[in-house]
């Protein structure tokens, strides 16, 4: 028996790659994770910040060394666009946070507590059945600031965080109204179940990040052609949760808008024998912070035919 999805909502989630359910957290939950994300924006120091304190040649490379070891900390990446090549803000730094990660489901209370502490999440991750012993990996707040608020490309979670086999899932929470106008997520439909993760997002070993190819010319060729299709925008209510499977095809626009659509996602894998997750991923666990279980017993429910 589902403990909270309905079968119908199940059987979407494995047809569409994704399942919107409307009013996941409470009002009281969402003005807190929102209230506590802007809390964090205004206590965090900007001056120490690498993007403001080194510019020119040292750029990249700090930049690089801030993000690839952000995976146990919790950390403030700036727009493109709100930082001038001298490292200046054109803007004050509440409208110039693009994302704040990768372990606040670990290190802050509020976010740990609708993460790894929350029986909703726990219940959801059973029903749908993908993975027999999840573990959360990665966390992060995503600001979509108003009128600068980057595009998010078309992409497929697994890709960003790949295991043999595949087996991400994405929890992606509205704290705010999503519209066409700021940016909303939309879908390709089934994509998971036609489109192969073609490549994967690796630390390279000259430093810094890239992508490998994981598929021969011919399957990346029939993967172009499988990708096409009607993206379906799902506009969404402060409290809506989006499940994403890893394999499917998402998108958001520029946030257009003089409003922010501030979000908050984590993502699972299942664990080892079942999936190994490799040593060039550019998010590393660490003896300090391994990767956390979700479910306190395995699900023996699993309908996940990769793992079986
Ligand atoms: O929030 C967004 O705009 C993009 C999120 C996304 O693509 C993801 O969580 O995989």
């Known amino acids: 028996m589902p403990e909270l999805l309905t079968q119908d909502q199940i059987n979407q989630f494995h047809r569409n790659g994704y399942l919107l359910i409307p009013g996941f957290l409470s009002a009281e ?25 080194f510019t020119t040649a040292d750029d990249n490379h700090v930049g690089d060394d ?5 995976g146990d900390k919790i950390r403030f990446f700036l ?19 693009n994302k704040i990660g990768h372990a606040l489901h670990e290190l802050d209370p509020v976010f740990r507590k609708v993460t790894l502490e929350n029986p909703k999440v726990q219940a959801v991750a059973h029903d749908l059945a993908m993975h027999v012993d999840p573990v959360a990996l990665q966390s992060m707040i995503i600001c979509k600031q108003p009128e600068i ?25 509205a704290l705010e109204r999503c519209t066409p106008l700021n940016g909303a997520l939309s879908f390709l439909p089934g994509s998971h179940l036609t489109t192969p993760i073609t490549k994967r997002f690796v630390r390279l070993p000259e430093g810094g990040t890239g992508f490998e190819k994981i598929v021969p010319p011919e399957i990346e060729a029939q993967a172009a052609t499988s990708a096409q299709g009607k993206y379906i925008l799902e506009a969404c209510s402060p ?3 989006v499940l994403i499977h890893g394999a499917v095809l998402h998108k958001s626009e520029r946030n257009t808008s003089s409003h922010t659509r501030f979000a908050y996602t984590f993502h699972m894998i299942e664990s080892p024998p079942r999936a190994l997750y490799d040593a060039k991923n550019w998010l590393q666990p660490t003896s300090s912070m391994p990767f956390s279980h979700v479910l306190s017993e395995p699900n023996l429910k699993l309908i996940n035919p990769a793992f079986a």
């Open 29 to 53: 939950e969402t003005t807190n994770l929102l209230q506590r994300s802007k809390q964090l924006i205004s206590e965090f120091p900007i001056e120490s910040h690498p993007r403001t304190k």
């Open 149 to 173: 608020g980057g595009e998010v490309g078309e992409h497929n979670d697994s890709t960003f965080l790949y295991t043999d086999p595949p087996s991400a899932l994405g929890f992606w929470f």
């Open 239 to 241: 409290g809506d949760l």
């Open 79 to 97: 727009e493109e666009d709100a930082v001038d090549k001298d490292g200046n803000l054109n803007r004050e730094k509440e409208k110039a946070v």
């Open 66 to 70: 801030y993000f690839l070891s952000s």
